[in-house]
């Protein structure tokens, strides 16, 4: 049964991602191709945005003092999670806008939006989830190991306290990487919705307002995590899938207006003027 548990939550974010390319493509009948230039603009950007964190924020956080890894609260905490908020919603609003106005000139509308912003959100769903089948994998495979054959002693008391932890984590906690994957995809809908308004409305600060909306979710992911645990996270972040959802609404089109109805052609005949002479011959013509 546990062995189950472990690998169904990762099976739900494989199906989620994939199911929200169903559901746009059937629900908005808007092409695949769409889906497909989302997960390719996911993976654009991850090609950018892990390097940009791993050797460039990383140190700077560092030298202030602000080491992820280290024991940080307040304060300090919030400015790390905002940090690297940030971080992610430049990298992928900004290759959100740069499709937006590269390849999708033609399909600047809200049920096209929907269609691109699955694919961003779906591809993570299942490239979380694939990660974490391997892991699971990896961890099933030591089972019964003497893993003192197998890690350096330097990280074996860490390598115990995390398999310890994996193992004993409860049901409900288990799923919550599922959950918190659904919320991921109803955040990159109204993300790629915001963004789409730069265009439509011609106003810049939409595509600010995708950004700020970005780093406010991943600065509460990063600080809620250790300040107040995951079920308290978890919740949190519900809050913003709703509002989410409450933006890819509020921000929905009115459907285009099909093309104009002809009108028949008048049946009214002109007036024919007819001269005194005409009169006389219908008068008396036989």
Known sequence: ?????????????????LGVGVWAVRRFRVSWGLYWIGV?????????H??????????LLAGWGLSIGSSLEGMR????????????????????FAVFWFWLKRDRNWRSALGFGAGHGGVEAVLVGGLTVYTVIQIISLRGVDL?????????????????AFWSAPWYLVL?????RLIAIVFHLSATVLVLQAFRRR?????????????????????????????????ALAVFAVLSAGIVIALREAPEPGPAETRPPSLELSPVELTREQIEESRYGS
């Open 1 to 17: 049964m546990d062995i189950f548990l472990r690998f169904l939550s990762p099976s739900l974010m494989i199906a989620l991602g």
């Open 40 to 48: 390719w603009t996911f993976i654009g950007s991850q090609l950018l």
């Open 50 to 59: 892990i390097p940009f964190n791993i050797y460039v924020l990383n140190d």
């Open 77 to 96: 905490l919030a400015a790390v999670g905002l940090a690297y908020g940030l971080s992610a919603g430049l990298f992928e609003e900004l290759a959100r």
């Open 148 to 164: 003192a054959t197998v890690v350096p002693a330097g990280q074996l008391e860490l390598a115990q306290s995390q398999i310890e």
């Open 176 to 180: 919550l990487g599922a959950a918190e």
């Open 203 to 235: 106003n810049i600060l939409w595509l600010v307002a995708a950004i700020a909306w970005h780093t406010a979710l991943d600065a509460v992911a990063v600080y809620g995590v250790r300040a107040w645990g995951p079920l308290w996270t978890e919740a």
